[in-house]
Nanobody, 127 residues
Framework: VQLEESGGGLVRAGESLRLSCAVSARAISLYSLGWFRQGPGKEQEFVAAMRWDGDDTKYEDSVKGRFTISRDNSRNTVLLQLNNLKPDDTAVYYC?????????????????????WGQGTQVTVSS
């Protein structure tokens, strides 16, 4: 499984970005996909997650209503739309994937639950 993020950059507070994660995996419909971030001097934290074959999504409280996770089936890409960005959103954003064919009722939100990771993309929000 390979993951490659793109779309990071430098923006001002209140602006938007869209992050993309290209996923190379067999039977992608059996995977859960997540976004995590690590800000300067901070621990890695969960941002959002979804199952490729479902509509269930989860978000970290501070991004609810501002960030949206979705997928582009035609390009095997998971997207993270970041709206109304704040300086506290500054971080390296990582895409993660985990094979979850049997855990239909559980959507992983902890980093240890994900085996596959991308290299990360930097998001910097200036005030």
């Amino acid at each position: 499984v390979q993951l490659e993020e793109s779309g990071g950059g430098l923006v001002r507070a209140g602006e938007s970005l869209r992050l993309s994660c290209a996923v190379s995996a067999r039977a992608i419909s059996l995977y859960s996909l997540g976004w995590f971030r690590q800000g300067p001097g901070k621990e890695q934290e969960f941002v959002a997650a979804m199952r490729w074959d479902g509509d269930d999504t989860k978000y970290e409280d501070s991004v609810k209503g501002r960030f949206t996770i979705s997928r582009d089936n035609s390009r095997n890409t998971v997207l993270l739309q970041l709206n109304n960005l704040k300086p506290d959103d500054t971080a390296v954003y990582y895409c993660a994937a985990q094979f979850t064919p049997f855990a239909k009722s559980h959507l992983p939100t902890q980093s240890y639950e994900y085996r596959y990771w991308g290299q990360g993309t930097q998001v910097t929000v200036s005030s």
